[in-house]
């Protein structure tokens, strides 16, 4: 069985390994790290919760550690997708470059740029940062990419599904052509090949798990159901998932409950609250600094429930969650892979259910042709539903009866005509005979009024009252 002393890392690396109680790496570190340090471009390909991220930030740390950090020029560079990811990387190279003298900055949003533009004036070796506030700083002038030896993209898939590869493409094209390149994701979408002929330099592929396949220590369940009402669906969904965390008992040490939108990860976090359940909300709308607290109550224990949109799906180390929760199943089959592999990490146990009405079948069926296997049913008549019928039984409607024809509305009686009184008959008077009809007279000829006329439209003009200048001649 190899052990991290095998691989050639640095020995201040290896006790910074050891300290945290790691002896063997996983396959994708053990097939990773050496081709790392050989200078070679990688291609990585493992499932979520493996042990890609210390699979490069330990050769970095030991090919960084001869050489010194320039004003406004890192040596190297990691590119994650969201912050959170970038903040768990950051993380992982306190850990393992705690005995060297490696500097190391995190630019992401919602921190000042002036603290950010302090450390890299200062110099710093390794470089951690999201696309966006990445380019902020080099627009800005505040950076230079010239110097980068060692390029990371981490979860390259998810870049491409958030649309960076324009930010992407540039950043590469900013760094010199001799630099070293990883690319590191649980999935390589088509649209990465593009991306990896052009900048990556013979890759070595390295795949240890089928692409998008999900851990075998993890138990997925799917609650199919039909619900009462369509516009009840939130709500019945809202009442089975806590019916499902109910009956998992004293199982459910914690959980994620990933939604679709963020809108929905508001209101079911709220109505998990409001029921007893120890609950708070994360997602990309939030200040950095309730985010990160949230985030760190949840690994710490302090808060039993996580609500999430998939800007938590990905990357994050949270090495202990026992439940995953689809309050929405996701519309692409790869989210799915992300979202469950939350929990089961490191060889643990973890279950995942998720909730589909009949409408949302089709994503369902592309998920399990994505993962090659049949997710097992729920038995949903617990919860007093059924997956082809109401999930109420609402009561029959009443049979319309036939309706009566309407009675003919009496007539009112007809009032007797008046009759005029008159107070003697007059003569009749002989009919006068018919006259012929007489032409219109002609309109008599404009009438002078003063200097105006009346037309023979009759249109009147100014009249008497003319101006003095309209009279004088020219």
Known sequence: MTKFSDLNLDPRVLKAVEETGYLTPTPIQEQAIPYALEGRDILGIAQTGTGKTASFVLPMITKLGQGRARARMPRSLVLAPTRELAAQVAENFETYAKHTKLAMALLIGGVSFKDQDRLIDRGVDVLIATPGRLLDHFERGKLMLTGVQIMVVDEADRMLDMGFIPDIER???????????????????????????????????????????????????????????KDKTATEKREILRKIMRSEGDKLTNGIVFCNRKVDVDIVAKSLKQHGFDAAAIHGDLEQSVRTRTLNAFREGGLKLLIASDVAARGLDVPSVSHVFNFDIPTHPEDYVHRIGRTGRAGRAGNAFTLCPVSDEKYLKAIEELVQTTIPRMDVSQFGLTADAPSQAAPAPKPREPRKAAAPKKAKPAAAPEVPVVAEAAPAAPVAAKKPVEKPAEKPAPRNRGRDTIDQNGVVGLGDHVPAFLQRSF
């Open 171 to 229: 950043i590469f094209k900013l760094t010199p052509f001799t630099r070293q390149t990883l690319f590191f994701s649980a999935t390589m979408a088509p649209e990465i090949t593009r991306i990896t002929q052009e900048f990556l330099h013979n890759p070595v592929r390295v795949e240890v798990a089928r692409q998008a396949t999900t851990s075998e220590t993890i138990t997925q369940a799917v609650c199919v159901f039909k619900p009462s009402r």
